[in-house]
């Protein structure tokens, strides 16, 4: 038997339960891997709470898209794996566990130079950063606003578009500014004045902007500043983007991701795990919980935490 965290009600952390689950074996095309960190993730406390909706409750419901671990078993045709294989999870349903079972199309390689920690913290975070970017066309001509840039979403967004060549400037709260300098920004406080103090950093323009914040000021600040409306995007405000004219890669979009932007999603994984091996693209860990203490994990998330929050089973 595996154990799991899982819910039965929507409310606070406290609802949040150690559960005992069957392990069953690998159907064709998937592996069983033993999870060795787990990442925590905003939707995760956001769903779980009923601060974002999703289907009602009929049982059990399990919790976590993100992890890394080592693979125990591997069903027919799961190509490309075998037992004892370091691995990256992504995109599956109750990694908040011990052990699970995945299609293979869930999991990429681990190499030695990524711990389990830093491979559970790429996951949602890299995948939406990579595809926004991507969805933008930024290049090396550009010069990127990034609302929230200490966030994991938002040092990802900062690495891509400097790795790709863009001029980079992320608001953050000035406790964080020599992260987001590491990274490959600059940093500009939030607060009023903003669009006059990244005008003053960035005096050639703003050609695109990613707003990881959902204030209205990143939404205000993003209009003033960016000429092409098509280039602004907001990750967070999927309900009232088209009100401003604006695309939104959120829950609540009108406009679902294309086939494109799916694949940039999953694309996202192998391309930052050979940056990370290189040592090209950082992740910034923050604690470690138990599995049995999931709920302290949501809080820790819920009122802020400086870096990647895991859980380690």
């Not at 964080?176 to 490959?184: H, K, S, T």
Request: glycine share 10%.
């Amino acid at each position: 038997m595996a154990t799991a965290i899982a819910y039965t009600e929507l409310g606070g952390p406290e609802v949040l339960t150690l559960i005992e689950v069957p392990t069953p074996p690998p159907g064709s095309g998937e592996i069983v891997v033993r999870i060795e960190a787990a990442g925590v993730n905003p939707i995760d406390w956001k769903i779980r709470s009923g601060a974002r909706a999703s289907d009602p409750l009929t049982g059990p419901r399990r919790i976590g898209a993100d992890a890394a671990g080592v693979v125990t078993a591997v069903g027919a045709e799961a190509d490309g794996f075998r037992t004892g294989d370091a691995v990256v999870v992504f995109g599956a349903t109750g990694a908040y566990a011990s052990e699970i079972v995945i299609p293979v199309e869930k999991a990429q390689p681990r190499p030695p130079q990524v711990s389990a920690e830093q491979g559970a913290a790429l996951g949602i975070p890299v995948g939406t950063a990579y595809q926004a970017l991507r969805s933008l066309a930024v290049d090396r001509r550009d010069t990127v606003l990034v609302h929230a840039g200490s966030g994991s979403v938002g040092q990802a967004a900062i690495q891509y578009a400097a790795l790709w060549g863009a001029t980079v400037v992320a608001t953050s709260s000035e406790r964080r500014f020599d992260r987001v300098r590491e990274l490959g920004a600059i940093p500009v406080a939030y607060g009023d004045g903003l669009a006059d103090r990244v005008r003053s950093v960035a005096p050639q323009g703003v050609t695109v902007a990613v707003d990881i914040a959902g204030t209205d000021e990143a939404i205000q600040t993003s209009l003033e500043l960016v000429a092409d409306r098509e280039r602004i995007v907001t990750l967070v405000r999927g309900k009232d983007a088209a009100a401003f004219g604006i695309r939104a890669f959120s829950a609540g979009s009108p406009i679902p991701l294309s086939p494109r932007e799916l694949a940039w999603r999953r694309e996202a994984i192998p391309v930052t795990i050979a940056l990370m091996a290189a040592g090209a693209f950082s992740v910034e860990l923050g604690p470690s919980y138990p599995l049995a203490d999931a709920a302290g994990a949501h809080q820790a998330v819920q009122d802020g935490v400086d870096g990647k929050v895991t859980l380690i089973p």
